[in-house]
């Protein structure tokens, strides 16, 4: 990677927007995220991504059919997922979804492969969360044998044995770009390097810095693994807006309630003010103007060796104009001063 091939993208997990007011309905939120790529592709960033959530205010529960209504809408923009959870998914339908839209899209299509963090898909699809990690290690395996191999024999516990098979579409050789997706788990990060994959780090709350050693025991697991160096991503939340007050109390009104839930469920933190502004700054939240919001970007980027950065910039009924203008900021503005910032330390380094 060089400053000036870094890339920065959008994730949106499908969480429903209002405009003046008004809660959009599902339907209008699924046409304002082809809106809303088409928009990054004009404003110039390089990826946009899709989660894959199973509950209320969210309409990303099928990224692949959604991502290719934005093919036909954009030209140039790669098209992925910021997360798709292999362990609820089949393989094999998985590798047709993104076969296809690999092809709508002339080459653009990606993926993160993740294990979820939300398990609302164990029930709906009939899975035991008592084989979290054994169906996600099993699945990855089928998954990457499909992509890199142009006949298939195989079986495990989880589905159906595959004899000679053969899938279409066909993906070009070696399928397309897939990340695997590490949270807090070393052994996340070493799957990754042992697959010769890259890697995408969910950097939600904390000093993104102290995910460094996850970074150090990548390479050195790829290094063993015979693999050559890959890139490593970040994907974090935030909000850029005009001025920093305007970014911090507009990501303050619709982030405190959505975290004061998942404390309830989940057993995070209680969302104090206080504890919000040091996460702006100094922890994972990436909320201010443009300035602010490229040089903590560029900061980040060096510390963990970045190549590529992806901010989520939808929260639950985060006014759409507010998005808009979060995407128009990051492309137009932050993205070409983090690449300016990266190539000044580059230069001095």
Same mark, same amino acid.
């Given at each position: 990677?060089?400053?000036?091939?870094?890339?920065?993208?959008?994730?949106?997990?499908?969480?429903?927007?209002?405009?003046?007011?008004?809660?959009?309905?599902?339907?209008?939120?699924?046409?304002?995220?082809?809106?809303?790529?088409?928009?990054?592709?004009?404003?110039?960033?390089?990826?946009?991504?899709?989660?894959? =959530?199973?509950?209320?205010?969210?309409?990303?529960?099928?990224?692949?059919?959604?991502?290719?209504?934005?093919?036909?809408?954009?030209?140039?923009?790669?098209?992925?997922?910021?997360?798709?959870?292999?362990?609820?998914?089949?393989?094999?339908?998985?590798?047709?979804?993104?076969?296809?839209?690999?092809?709508?899209?002339?080459?653009?299509?990606?993926?993160?492969?993740?294990?979820?963090?939300?398990?609302?898909?164990?029930?709906?699809?009939?899975?035991?969360?008592?084989?979290?990690?054994?169906?996600?290690?099993?699945?990855?395996?089928?998954?990457?044998?499909?992509?890199?191999?142009?006949?298939?024999?195989?079986?495990?516990?989880?589905?159906?044995?595959?004899?000679?098979?053969?899938?279409?579409?066909?993906?070009?050789?070696?399928?397309?770009?897939?990340?695997?997706?590490?949270?807090?788990?070393? =052994?996340?990060?070493?799957?990754?390097?042992?697959?010769?994959?890259?890697?995408?780090?969910?950097?939600?709350?904390?000093?993104?810095?102290?995910?460094?050693?996850?970074?150090?025991?990548?390479?050195?697991?790829?290094?063993?693994?015979?693999?050559?160096?890959?890139?490593?991503?970040? =994907?974090?939340?935030?909000?850029?807006?005009?001025?920093?007050?305007?970014?911090?109390?507009?990501?303050?009104?619709?982030?405190?309630?959505?975290?004061?839930?998942?404390?309830?469920?989940?057993?995070?933190?209680?969302?104090?003010?206080?504890?919000?502004?040091?996460?702006?700054?100094?922890?994972?939240?990436?909320?201010?103007?443009?300035?602010?919001?490229?040089?903590?970007?560029?900061?980040?980027?060096?510390?963990?060796?970045?190549?590529?950065?992806?901010?989520?910039?939808?929260?639950?009924?985060?006014?759409?104009?507010?998005?808009?203008?979060?995407?128009?900021?990051?492309?137009?503005?932050?993205?070409?001063?983090?690449?300016?910032?990266?190539?000044?330390?580059?230069? =001095?380094?």
């Amino acid at each position: 990677m060089t400053p000036l091939t870094f890339e920065i993208g959008l994730n949106s997990f499908g969480e429903v927007a209002t405009d003046g007011g008004r809660v959009l309905s599902d339907a209008e939120t699924v046409r304002l995220l082809v809106e809303e790529a088409a928009l990054a592709e004009s404003s110039g960033l390089d990826v946009f991504s899709l989660g894959e =959530h199973y509950r209320p205010g969210h309409v990303d529960s099928a990224a692949a059919v959604l991502l290719s209504a934005i093919a036909t809408a954009t030209g140039r923009i790669r098209l992925g997922t910021s997360v798709t959870v292999l362990s609820t998914n089949d393989p094999v339908r998985l590798y047709h979804d993104f076969s296809t839209l690999d092809a709508v899209s002339d080459g653009r299509a990606q993926l993160v492969l993740g294990r979820a963090s939300a398990t609302e898909s164990f029930p709906l699809f009939g899975y035991d969360l008592a084989d979290y990690e054994q169906l996600f290690e099993e699945k990855l395996d089928l998954f990457m044998r499909l992509q890199r191999e142009e006949t298939v024999t195989w079986s495990g516990a989880f589905r159906a044995p595959l004899a000679e098979q053969l899938l279409r579409p066909r993906m070009g050789d070696g399928g397309i770009p897939t990340w695997i997706g590490v949270g807090g788990s070393p =052994h996340s990060v070493i799957r990754a390097a042992g697959y010769g994959l890259p890697m995408m780090m969910a950097i939600i709350g904390g000093r993104p810095q102290r995910f460094a050693g996850h970074v150090t025991l990548y390479r050195e697991a790829l290094k063993q693994a015979g693999h050559e160096a890959q890139p490593i991503g970040q =994907h974090s939340l935030g909000l850029v807006a005009d001025t920093d007050e305007e970014a911090v109390e507009t990501w303050w009104e619709y982030w405190q309630p959505v975290v004061s839930q998942a404390a309830e469920e989940r057993g995070f933190y209680k969302p104090t003010r206080e504890r919000y502004e040091a996460e702006i700054d100094h922890g994972a939240l990436f909320v201010g103007s443009p300035e602010t919001v490229a040089r903590k970007i560029a900061r980040t980027a060096r510390d963990l060796q970045l190549s590529r950065f992806d901010l989520k910039y939808d929260i639950m009924h985060l006014p759409r104009r507010a998005r808009a203008r979060t995407i128009e900021l990051l492309g137009r503005e932050v993205a070409p001063r983090v690449r300016e910032l990266l190539a000044k330390e580059s230069v =001095h380094g």
